[in-house]
């Protein structure tokens, strides 16, 4: 079953914890891409990586951490430092190469709460 | 200034007409243009892409770009109660940045 697969789809954490959030593709899509989803509001980004072993931090990398040790993972780890983690993770690949090269798509996502 | 600006609705049309949805961009070299479909507590779904001035037909769907206005469009014809959800606007900078809408709530009515 191909596709770009999240987990868990939900976790609670409780205050002063670190979690991670897992992110596996198996489409051998180049760029990887964290984004969080807030009620009400459009996507924001928070890493993002074109190739292993290198990342870029987006609008809202502050208490977040990733890695890219091999091509189909991208694990983003939510820090105690992140003051109100409760959203919805998103996790999005992108090919890079042919007709869809500059599509993004996205994993089933990740619903965070705090408790 | 918001990257990329839609009206956030709700917008409410009967079963069989049509949905416009608009979005605006303010990134003059923004090169690539995104309509994704997100059901409520689900991950956006791509429905349509455009790169070049002009309409995209796809189905019953059809975007619609206009770069010298930063304007790009989706249009839903026949409208569907499946077809409720909400609708994101995304533009692609050069580069690896892409911007999200904050999205459209789209409700058909049967």
């Known amino acids: 079953d191909g596709g770009i697969t999240q987990s868990p789809k939900y976790l609670f954490r409780k205050e002063g914890q670190n979690v991670t959030l897992s992110c596996e593709q198996n489409l051998n899509h180049d760029a990887m891409y964290w984004y969080r989803q807030d009620p009400g509001q459009g996507l924001r980004l928070i890493y993002y990586?074109?190739?292993?072993?290198?990342?870029q931090k987006g609008d809202i990398a502050e208490g977040y951490s990733v890695s890219r040790e091999k091509k189909e993972s991208f694990p983003l780890t939510v820090t105690s430092a992140q003051k109100n983690p409760t959203a919805f993770y998103l996790c999005?690949?992108?090919?890079?190469?042919?007709?869809?090269?500059?599509?993004?798509?996205f994993g089933e996502g990740s619903w965070l709460t705090v408790v | 200034q918001k990257e990329v600006e839609q009206n956030s609705g709700p917008l409410s049309v009967p079963e069989g007409a049509i949905a416009s949805l608009n979005c605006t961009y303010s990134?003059?070299?923004?090169?690539?243009f995104f309509w994704y479909r997100q059901y409520s507590g689900k991950s956006p779904e791509l429905i349509m892409s455009i790169y070049s001035n002009g309409d995209k037909e796809d189905g019953r769907f059809t975007a619609q770009l206009n770069k010298a206005s930063q304007y790009v469009s989706l249009l839903i014809r026949d409208s569907q109660p499946s077809d409720s959800a909400t609708y994101l606007c995304?533009?692609?900078?050069?580069?690896?940045?892409?911007?999200f809408g904050t999205g459209t709530s789209l409700t058909v009515i049967p």
């Open positions: 995304a533009v692609n900078v050069a580069g690896n940045q892409f911007y």
């Open positions: 990134d003059r070299v923004s090169q690539s």
């Open positions: 999005a690949t992108r090919p890079f190469r042919g007709a869809s090269g500059n599509t993004i798509y």
């Open positions: 990586s074109q190739i292993v072993n290198d990342f």
